[in-house]
T-cell receptor, first 112, second 119 residues
Framework: DVKVTQSSRYLVKRTGEKVFLECVQD?????MFWYRQDPGLGLRLIYF???????EKGDIPEGYSVSREKKERFSLILESASTNQTSMYLC???????????FGSGTRLTVV | AQKITQTQPGMFVQEKEAVTLDCTYD???????LFWYKQPSSGEMIFLIY??????QNATEGRYSLNFQKARKSANLVISASQLGDSAMYFC????????????????FGQGTILTVHP
């Protein structure tokens, strides 16, 4: 089975901290995505990447950046965490042409 | 731009009954794909079913079927013979697809519907 692994299930960080959320997939997928999930808003796309060192902004990129130095790893970076970034963060990957994503189990981030 | 709307924040169904979860979409792209995902309380996202915009027949996967009405831009999920384990959040999503009906790229998700199955 394809696995997408997010490094932390729960994180608590302080306002102003730099936060790294890591995502690793083990099936050589070209595409990787970062979403945040909030009640009543569903999943919203933050950033995505179609290849190594490539990145594109999603619908809500403000306050975030990403890094994809290796094909299997896609990192989400909160440069200076704020309380409004408290959320569930979901990473996903897919092949070009695949039906749907494979998701990680999510990281619930709380910024205090 | 693509938009997905799920107007039912919560739905209740009796065990063994059928239930329909609504999804409407908006896009100017002629070729697209529609997805449904299930998210149990554990948080994992589980792919359920896919429909390409050029598919002539409604997609089915076991107890799940997708009622695709292209003119109305709706893609409702029908779950037959509900089970207690069907209690979860359900998301409708869409993305671009090629002429062969294979989706690619980013997905746009709806707000989700919480389904509760009563014994």
């Amino acid at each position: 089975d394809v696995k997408v692994t997010q490094s932390s299930r729960y994180l608590v960080k302080r306002t102003g901290e730099k936060v790294f959320l890591e995502c690793v997939q083990d099936m050589d997928h070209e595409n990787m995505f970062w979403y945040r999930q909030d009640p009543g808003l569903g999943l919203r796309l933050i950033y995505f990447s179609y290849d190594v060192k490539m990145k594109e902004k999603g619908d809500i990129p403000e306050g975030y950046s990403v890094s994809r130095e290796k094909k299997e790893r896609f990192s989400l970076i909160l440069e200076s965490a704020s309380t409004n970034q408290t959320s569930m963060y979901l990473c996903a990957s897919s092949f070009y042409g695949a039906h749907g994503y494979t998701f990680g189990s999510g990281t619930r981030l709380t910024v205090v | 731009a693509q938009k997905i709307t799920q107007t039912q924040p919560g739905m209740f169904v009796q065990e063994k009954e059928a239930v329909t979860l609504d999804c409407t979409y908006d896009t100017s792209d002629p070729s697209y794909g529609l997805f449904w995902y299930k998210q149990p309380s554990s948080g994992e996202m589980i792919f359920l079913i896919y429909q390409g915009s050029y598919d002539q027949q409604n997609a089915t996967e076991g107890r799940y079927s997708l009622n695709f009405q292209k003119a109305r831009k709706s893609a409702n999920l029908v779950i037959s013979a509900s089970q207690l384990g069907d209690s979860a959040m359900y998301f409708c999503a869409m993305g671009l697809a090629n002429a062969g009906g294979t989706s690619y790229g980013k997905l746009t998700f709806g707000q989700g519907t919480i389904l509760t199955v009563h014994p």
